[in-house]
């Protein structure tokens, strides 16, 4: 079966330590984005990459970095230098990241939470 | 600048009753897509509908049905005798082309509680 799959699903973290979030798709999509979900504000945008060894900051990219090696493989590190990490992250992929056309397709998520 | 707003932020309905989640759009674009996801309580976000600017054609799916309106600005989704597992976070969404990138804007979401 075609589809996203993040892990792992819950993520605790110490203050001051990295993490990263694994994300991989198997739909032969070009595009892939990274959101991070908090309660009462939606989905907001962190990351997207439009195709393998290119990627571009979203709405709130301060503290997090990406990288975009394989089309299958968008891993999302947290770094010690975002201040407020506890949240639900959500990875999605669609066809192409060049047309407004396409629905995303999401990942189960990730739940990380900062101790 | 793009802005999606859904001004419920929760509601609660009995099982059976009909319910319409509202959601207004901002853009100075004239060529956009419009989408709503549901987002059960699993966590992944699956795909519902697509409508793209310029059609303002009504659609039903089963119970499901999505009124567009240009002139409001408005992309209403409404759930037809509603159902237990209709419970969930809904999102509407505006999606458009900036230099080349897709640039998808979210709204707060809908959290909808079918009560049996």
């Known amino acids: 079966d075609g589809g996203i799959t993040q892990s792992p699903k819950y993520l605790f973290r110490k203050e001051g330590q990295n993490v990263t979030l694994s994300c991989e798709q198997n739909?032969?999509?070009?595009?892939m984005y990274w959101y991070r979900q908090d309660p009462g504000q939606g989905l907001r945008l962190i990351y997207y990459?439009?195709?393998?060894?290119?990627?571009q900051k979203g709405d709130i990219a301060e503290g997090y970095s990406v990288s975009r090696e394989k089309k299958e493989s968008f891993p999302l590190t947290v770094t010690s230098a975002q201040k407020n990490p506890t949240a639900f992250y959500l990875c999605?992929?669609?066809?192409?990241?060049?047309?407004?056309?396409?629905?995303?397709?999401f990942g189960p998520g990730t739940r990380l939470t900062v101790l | 600048a793009q802005k999606v707003t859904q001004a419920q932020t929760e509601i609660s309905v009995v099982e059976k009753e009909d319910v319409t989640l509202d959601c207004v759009y901002e853009?100075?674009?004239?060529?956009?897509?419009l989408f709503w996801y549901k987002q059960p309580p699993s966590g992944e976000l699956v795909f519902l509908i697509r409508r793209n600017s310029f059609d303002e054609q009504n659609e039903i799916s089963g119970r499901y049905s999505w009124n567009f309106q240009k002139s409001t600005s408005s992309f209403n989704f409404t759930i037809t005798a509603s159902q237990v597992v209709d419970s969930a976070v809904y999102f509407c969404a505006l999606s458009e082309a900036r230099g080349g990138y897709q640039k998808v804007t979210f709204g707060i979401g809908t959290k909808l509680q079918v009560i049996p």
């Open positions: 739909l032969n999509h070009d595009a």
């Open positions: 999605a992929s669609s066809p192409r990241g060049d047309s407004s056309y396409n629905e995303q397709f």
């Open positions: 990459s439009q195709i393998v060894n290119d990627f």
């Open positions: 853009t100075r674009d004239t060529t956009y897509y």
